[in-house]
């Protein structure tokens, strides 16, 4: 999947975050996902409307990843909550 530094992710509004004995999850009906502390913080940046750039920028800069590390982790992870029916990529505005 082909993402473009400049797109949007846009969240689907019925899935929930919780916290469950301390980890965040995302849930859908009977379906749960953990999160670790990076998907957490980047399910967080699509919910806020965040570029993938951003997000990237963001994770490189607020964890121990790496440039490269950070962009790598956004990309897996948006390209998974897209896979899971979680998010949509929006295209850049011109």
């Not at 689907?12 to 502390?37: C, K, N, T």
């Not at 951003?54 to 950070?70: D, H, K, N, W, Y």
């Not at 948006?78 to 998010?87: D, H, L, M, T």
Request: proline residues 5%; glycine residues 6%; aromatic residues 8%.
């Amino acid at each position: 999947m082909q993402l473009d530094a400049q797109a949007t992710i846009r969240c689907d509004p019925r899935i929930q975050r919780r916290r469950y004995q301390g980890s965040p999850w995302l849930v859908f009906h009977h379906h749960w996902v953990e999160l670790d502390s990076v998907a957490d913080r980047i399910w967080s940046a699509c919910r806020h409307g965040s570029t993938v750039e951003q997000i990237a920028m963001e994770i490189a800069s607020s964890t121990p990843c790496s440039l490269a590390e950070g962009v790598a982790a956004t990309a897996a992870l948006i390209c998974f909550f897209v896979e899971q029916g979680f998010a949509e990529i929006i295209g850049p505005t011109p």
